[in-house]
């Protein structure tokens, strides 16, 4: 069997293989032969059982390079895991309001065409919310995010971006994200993500502090409703929640692209992870 996993040209300089190199061993112990491919580049793919852009990092920095790869991967009739339809509609986060419109609970946001000071103004009179999070609609790793409190002017770097506005959640910087993992349809491993003193970001290049912990009450029950709500079923999926204003679990990120799936957390180490891939490779060939 083998698996292209699409990765970030060597020109980017971001470090990755913190989480490729154990989801490659869980992989290989499964029987999986695995190669890294740039997603930037990724030349003839015809030769692979399964493509997966499971370390497509940096795909939101250059959004038509990303579209113009998955019509070719389309086009092209390969199997990618997950599927092109899913990573088209989540490389979107305007996804979240359909959520919401589903009846999932998630973090209140508003999708804004080109922002404005006027639009601010407005997602503050809706939300009754003095302070603001907004970040770009098409995004990863808080790239481009910035908090607004009352007063605080519009970035001038993201004047006129299509961006998405949440309010400011309270609960962020003491309880900050829970993660949990799921192959093909089944809960595997959860994890906390908390920000370091003095920052509001959980990502690990932001110092945010990971460690495994168990799917606080509620959150499998929301978690499997906002995977049902995508458009088609995931092979690997990570929902992040987070403790809304209102004291409820919501999501704030449905993670269907590339995810880090903290294999090091996984009770197993890795086998639901290579069986699940083993299955779509299955699939298929049928």
């Known amino acids: 069997m083998r698996l292209a996993i699409l990765v970030p040209p060597s020109e980017d300089g971001v470090e990755w293989r913190w989480a490729f190199d154990p989801q490659e061993a869980a992989l290989r112990a499964g029987g999986i032969h695995v190669t890294e491919v740039p997603w930037t580049d990724p030349g003839d793919l015809s030769s692979f059982d399964l493509i997966s852009p499971l370390l497509a990092w940096g795909y939101h ?24 339809p899913v990573l088209r509609w989540n490389s979107d986060k305007a996804y979240l309001a359909e959520l919401g419109g589903m009846g999932v609970s998630t973090v209140p946001s508003i999708a804004v065409r080109s922002i404005d000071e006027s639009s601010l103004n407005e997602a503050r009179r ?37 961006m998405l506005v949440q309010p400011w959640l309270e609960k962020i910087t003491d309880t900050g994200e829970y993660s949990l993992i799921y192959f093909d349809g089944a809960f595997s491993h959860s994890v906390s993500k908390v920000p370091q003193p003095g920052e509001f970001r959980v990502q690990p290049e932001y110092g945010g502090i990971i460690h495994r912990c168990e799917p606080p009450e509620g959150s499998l029950k929301l978690t499997e409703a906002a995977l049902a709500a995508a458009p088609a079923t995931c092979t690997y ?3 992040d929640l987070v403790v809304g204003n209102d004291g409820a679990l919501q999501v704030i990120e449905l993670e269907l692209i590339e995810p880090a799936l903290f294999m090091a957390e996984a009770p197993d180490s ?11 490779i299955e699939r298929f060939r049928e």
């Open 61 to 84: 920095k250059e959004f038509d390079r990303w579209q113009a790869l998955l019509d070719r991967l389309e086009a092209e009739k390969l199997s990618v895991i997950n599927p092109v």
């Open 237 to 239: 999926a990570r929902v």
């Open 270 to 280: 890795g086998p639901a992870f290579a069986k699940a891939m083993r299955s779509a």
């Open 126 to 162: 809706r939300f009754g919310a003095d302070k603001l999070v907004i970040k770009p609609l098409v995004s990863a790793s808080a790239y481009g995010t910035h908090v607004l409190g009352p007063g605080d002017p519009l970035p001038e770097a993201v004047q006129g971006w299509r």
